[in-house]
């Protein structure tokens, strides 16, 4: 299912945000219209799509925020929200009375953490998530991005646990922004991170808490062990994949995920339904790895990839290559946004 | 002749005078509704529907499940929060209720698309000084070619349903502003044949007494035949291709804000389309039509 992005501005600077190339590129007044809202909901309607995952920016900026999630669930969508948490007192305290009785699993929240220590926070935003945490509670998914090798995640273990959070973390790897310099995860270090990771399994198990890994996690850098407690804990519910997820901007325009936010970008009116936007940018996804197997040399001949076990990580850093190392090579498929 | 319908302001005074009549009532309050039922019942007026015309938005008032026996238009200058309309949303699906809104207002383009995608009947008061003629042609295109399902928006819905490609299709009895169907009526029992000539004052006609002789009247005659003065002098109207659905309504302001051409043109096309793609298809009609 499509990100849909409400907003292209966000409170907060975080070190690895994947949205930065394309917030920075952005008029901060863009966010999205009612017609442009309403054009979506029924181009979902009539692709079959019954939900829809919001995004930013910080999607809860938007002034109509709580009213376009309102308008959204009488259409009858289910809806997850992205967001920081850091919202004002008076449209939390609205959102949580209007939304007080719609079942989790219409609304849900992932909400995006950040180690206190490691990137500091006033005590106002600490303040503002501590309020959205506790309004929202089972609702929410802590949601981590991992962009340092010596990350520590056992502070959500208390935000579940003190407000009843989902006892899901979803963790994500800080990607490359193709054309642009953010902090993320080197492909060398991806071992050592999951390591790391790992070494909270303990508490992990005790706390009944399991992961959920998003995309660009390669397959050959976790050991059987590893593996084994992943199969157990997510009932085999993980892939490690790389494929395009669809963002879409609250102008319309469309990209295949943040990482690749100037890449083959297209309208949504280009397009007659959600499945013809997939195709379009799985052909794309498949010629890179038809040049580039994935983030190893080993990924070219790797038989988990030949059997679609895995994708080879996250295409960003490929396209990176390209873009760095390469500029001459695949011009029809670093094609970027100035030339279509 | 079918015959006329009434409208009026309600006033207690005046009911005797219409007993038996179908009548439009404007009121100033819907708390008087249950004061007008009874009244109807006793003075044997069927009510045609009750124009309640307010300085609030939607979300702002209070709707009762009570309501549900009269066939109601509330004109409204916007939606509101949208939220707090939605908390009453189950009973204001349940009314026999048309949201009115006037292009005096810049959102009133984007609150009828809400509602009608959310399933709530309405329509947009054009007015020729106000409107934004490339606003209204995307709702008119959003309202007669979007395939997704959502409520009619008059006048436009209206327009299809009486539409005929040899004829002339007047929508001003979306507005109760049609002298073939709807005759106004002042406080002290004086018939004019739109409410702006109740308003003036060589707009009176004749008396109440004399309704059922108003067809007769050579006034009457004129001024359903008005259109044709637009073909006596080279008018922009006299050329213009959405001629017979507009029959003229914006010539005195297409100078000042003009787009009414390429709008009209428009909606033609986008009625054959429409009526093209309905032709296996009947919509059913769920509340009052006018
Ligand atoms: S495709 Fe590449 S990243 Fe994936 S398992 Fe094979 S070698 Fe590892
Ligand atoms: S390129 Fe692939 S792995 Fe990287 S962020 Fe996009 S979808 Fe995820
Ligand atoms: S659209 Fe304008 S020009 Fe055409 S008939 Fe109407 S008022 Fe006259």
Sequence with gaps: MPNVLFTQTCNRSCPYCFAKKHLSDSAPSDIISWENLIYLADFFTTSGEKRFQILGGEPTLHPDFNDMIAYLLERGFGINVFTN?????DKLREAGNIF????PDRLSFTINLNEPKSTPQSLSETESIKRFLGTFC????????IYRLDFDISFIFQYINEYGLNRTIRVGLAHPIAGKKNKFIQPGDIKKIIDRFYSFVPVMERLRIKP??????????FSDEQLGWLYRNTGGHYDFGCAPVIDIGPDMSLWPCFPLSDFHKKSVFDFNSIREIFDYYEDIHRKIRVESGGIYEECDNCKYREEDLCKGGCQAHSLNRFLNEYPVRMKEIYQFASNG | ??????VCDYNPKILKRIRDRSVVFFLDSLSKLYDLESDARDHHIHIHCVIYETKKSLSDIIYKPEWSKFPIAIVSPSLGRLSSFLKMASVIKKLNIRFYFRTDYENCYRDIRILSSLGYYCAVIINGKTVNWEELT???????????NHREILPFSYVTRYYHPQNRTDYGAVYFDDASRYIHLTGEGMLALSRKQMNSVNGILLELDKLDRITQEKAYKEYLYRWQEFFLEPTPCACCKGWRICLGKYADTIKD??????FFSEFLEAVDLHLKKRENTTKEEFIWQP
């Design chain 1, 85 to 89: 948490g850091i919202m004002s007192d």
């Design chain 1, 100 to 103: 007080s009785g719609i079942p």
């Design chain 1, 138 to 145: 089972e609702r929410i998914t802590p949601g981590f991005n």
């Design chain 1, 212 to 221: 959920g890994l998003d995309c660009g996690f390669p397959l050959c850098r």
């Design chain 2, 1 to 6: 002749m079918a015959e006329h319908f009434l």
């Design chain 2, 138 to 148: 995307d709702l008119m295109t959003y309202a007669l070619l979007n395939v997704v």
């Design chain 2, 257 to 262: 804000n003009p787009g009414c051409r390429d």
